[in-house]
T-cell receptor
C-alpha cells in the first residue's frame, strides 16, 4: 500500500515555464487536495476535489489548475511559473469529506522557480 | 472563516521536562481539531484529533491535547519530552461546509528538545 505518491520530489523551473506536479493515491480516497507550505505561513490550500470530475478552489488558487479525471490521480498544473510559486507542495487525501477522517499526506515536492 | 493561531514560532524544552505547544482557533460551527507533526523532508502525519466527546484527547507517541471550548484552545502536551520529539507541529481546524470540508492550518511551531 503506497499511500499518497508525489512526483517529482524536487524541481527547478525557469520563470514562464509550465509543469505538472503529480499526485496519486491507492486508497480509494474520495477527497484530494493540494497545499503549499511557505515559511511563517503554514500550509495554504490551493485546490481540492471531493470526487472524480469535481474540483474547487482553495485559498490561493491563482496560477494553478487541477483536474480529477480518476479517483486515484489529482495533478496540479503550473501554467506559467513565477518566483512567487517557489514553495514545497503537498498533496493530501481523505477517505471521504466527512469530518471524522484525517488526511494522508504525500512526502512533498520542493519547487524552485528562478 | 475558520482560522488557527499558533503564537510561538519555536518552543525549546529540556529532555524529560513537560512540553506544551499552544493553539487557538476560530470557527463558526463545531470544530474538528487536529495536531499534525512534520519531520524533516517528510509529509505531515496526524498525531491526534478531536471530533466530539472527552475534552482530553490522547494520541500517538504519548502526546495529548485538551479541547477548551470557552477559551477556543487546543494545546498539545506531553508529560516528558524526548529528543526524538523535535519536529514541526501544526494545529489544524476543519469545519464541514457541505461542499467539501477544508483543513485550515496554523503557521507551525518548531519544537526543539535538547539533552
Amino acid at each position: 500500500n503506497a499511500g499518497v505518491t508525489q512526483t517529482p520530489k524536487f524541481q527547478v523551473l525557469k520563470t514562464g515555464q509550465s509543469m505538472t506536479l503529480q499526485c496519486a493515491q491507492d486508497m480509494n480516497h474520495e477527497y484530494m487536495s493540494w497545499y503549499r507550505q511557505d515559511p511563517g505561513m503554514g500550509l495554504r490550500l490551493i485546490h481540492y476535489s471531493v470526487g472524480a470530475g469535481i474540483t474547487d478552489q482553495g485559498e490561493v488558487p491563482n496560477g494553478y489548475n487541477v483536474s480529477r479525471s480518476t479517483t486515484e490521480d489529482f495533478p496540479l498544473r503550473l501554467l506559467s511559473a513565477a518566483p512567487s510559486q517557489t514553495s514545497v507542495y503537498f498533496c493530501a487525501s481523505s477517505y471521504s469529506y466527512r469530518e471524522d477522517y484525517g488526511y494522508t499526506f504525500g512526502s512533498g515536492t520542493r519547487l524552485t522557480v528562478v | 472563516a475558520q482560522s488557527v493561531a499558533q503564537p510561538e514560532d519555536q518552543v525549546n524544552v529540556a529532555e524529560g521536562n513537560p512540553l506544551t505547544v499552544k493553539c487557538t482557533y476560530s470557527v463558526s460551527g463545531n470544530p474538528y481539531l487536529f495536531w499534525y507533526v512534520q519531520y524533516p523532508n517528510r509529509g505531515l502525519q496526524v498525531l491526534l484529533k478531536y471530533i466530539t466527546g472527552d475534552n482530553l484527547v490522547k494520541g500517538s507517541y504519548g502526546f495529548e491535547a485538551e479541547f477548551n471550548k470557552s477559551q477556543t484552545s487546543f494545546h498539545l502536551k506531553k508529560p516528558s519530552a524526548l529528543v526524538s520529539d523535535s519536529a514541526l507541529y501544526f494545529c489544524a481546524v476543519r469545519e464541514f461546509t457541505g461542499g467539501g470540508n477544508k483543513l485550515t492550518f496554523g503557521t507551525g511551531t518548531q519544537l526543539k528538545v535538547e539533552l
